[in-house]
C-alpha cells in the first residue's frame, strides 16, 4: 500500500522539526594490516561511479600514490546510479557503487559478458548520515513493551510470511499480554523501489518481494525550498502516533514518541541494538556496506595496478582514510580479510 494521499498530513507537520545531524562513525582502525604492495605498478587506473566520495578518492588515490608513484587516476563520479555503466561498457576499470548492487546491475552486466562482476566491499554504511548507505533498524511506539525480535520474526510481520509459512499479524503473536495482545500490527516503510527497501527485502525478506500488504510505504518529501525531506522523518512521524505500529528507517530522524528495538540472527541469540560499535563488528544484522566492481573473468588474475589500489583500499591506511572522511564506517580486520582473497 502506498500512502501517498496521507504523506501531506505529516509533511505539514515535520517540516519544522530537525533532521538529525550525521551520527558518529566507529573510527578505530588498529585491526586492520598496514598495507604492503606485493609489487611495483604503473599505468592509469580509471575510477567511475558513486558522486558522494570525491574526498574520500582523493585521499584514496594520494595515499596509494606514495607507495606506488608510478600510478595516474583518471576519475569520473557521475553517480551510484551509473556506476556499473562504466565497467559494462569498458570505460572504467573500477565502479564503486555507494551501496550494496541491485541484482539487476549484475544481470546487466552478466547479459553483456556471460559471468559477474567481482564486488568487493569497501565500508560499512554510516551509522546515521545523509547519502551514505545508513543503517536500518527497527522501531516501535515508546509505550511498546517489545524489547527485540529476531530476524525470522521480523520477515513474518514486514513480509508475507517468514520462511516457514508463518505470519505475525498481531502483538500477541509475539508474546505480549494483555490488552495489547490482540491489538494488530501496524507496519510501515519506505516505498518499494527505494534502495532502504530494497536492502530491507534482500536482508528481511529473503530477497522474495513479498510484502506485507498492509504496510503503509512513504516517499521522499520537499521543503518549501526545495530541500529533500528523507521518508523516514515521515515514516518514524507516522509511528509515533500509532501505539500498535512498527518501523523501520534510521535513528537519526528519531523522535521521543519512539524506541529502537534490538535484533538477533536466530531465536535464542542476545537482541542486539545497533551503535557504531556494532555497525563496524556487523554484529547487528542491518549494517550495510558500499562497493566497488571489477570486470575479472573467473580464472583469470585481476590486472595488477588495479589489484594493489583494491589491496591499499582494505588497508588500514585505506580504511583510516574512510575514518578520517567520518561518513561511512571502516570496515574490520575480519571483513578485509575476506575482501582481499576475492582478489587472489
Known sequence: MNLKSYLPVFAVAVLSCPVFAQLPQHRDVSDLQPYQP??????????????????LM???QDGFQKFQPGVTFTTNLPGTEAAMSGITSGIADISFIGREGYRAEIRGFKGRFGYEPLGIEISSGSFGTPHKTFSLEIFTHASNPLKGLTMDQ??????????SGK?????????????????PIHVYGYQFDTGMAGYFNHVVLHDSGTWNADLKDFDNGHAANGEVINA???ILKALAADPDGIAFANLQYANPEIKQIGLAEHAGDPFVLAT?????DHSYPLHRFSTLYINRKPGAP??????????YILSREGMQAVADDGAYTPINGQVAQAQRHKLD
Request: aromatic residues 12%; hydrophobic residues 35%.
Open 38 to 55: 606485493q609489487q611495483q605498478v604503473s599505468g592509469t587506473i580509471r575510477v567511475y561511479g558513486n558522486n558522494y566520495i570525491p574526498a
Open 58 to 60: 582523493k585521499r584514496w
Open 154 to 163: 521480523a520477515q513474518a510481520i514486514f513480509g508475507c510470511a517468514d520462511s
Open 167 to 183: 505470519k505475525i499479524r498481531t502483538w500477541g503473536d509475539l508474546g505480549l499480554t494483555g490488552s495489547i495482545a490482540t491489538h
Open 232 to 234: 523516514g522523518v515521515y
Open 276 to 280: 557504531p560499535e556494532t555497525i563496524w
Open 302 to 311: 585481476v590486472d595488477p595496478k588495479v589489484k594493489e589500489f583494491v589491496r
